[in-house]
């Protein structure tokens, strides 16, 4: 029964090992968007499974001085479509 008990160890000792793989940490402030994943599922790797979107975009706008007249600070965006 000892090697029983050097499985079930060994067994522990992998699904921790496994579990420290699993954890996903961001480097700054953001939130997931385009999850393809359910928990449970297995993934490849490489597969893209959800996309990080950081809390904070900036966004740098070329415009000609004619579209000028109505943008302010603060302004939100005109969607054309």
């Not at 793989?21 to 700054?28: M, N």
């Given at each position: ?11 522990v000792?992998q ?14 402030a953001?939130?997931?968007a385009?999850t ?6 297995h993934v ?8 990080i ?6 966004i ?6 004619t579209?000028?007249?109505?943008i ?7 969607d054309?479509?």
């Amino acid at each position: 029964m000892a090697w029983l008990h050097a499985l079930y160890e060994a067994s522990v000792k992998q699904a921790q090992l496994n579990l420290g793989y699993a954890k996903i940490r961001a480097s700054e402030a953001a939130s997931v968007a385009n999850t393809t994943v359910e928990l449970g599922n297995h993934v490849q790797s490489g597969q893209v499974s959800f996309s990080i979107v950081p809390d904070i975009v900036c966004i740098t706008g070329n415009f000609k001085e004619t579209q000028l007249t109505d943008i302010r600070p603060g302004s939100a965006r005109h969607d054309p479509g």
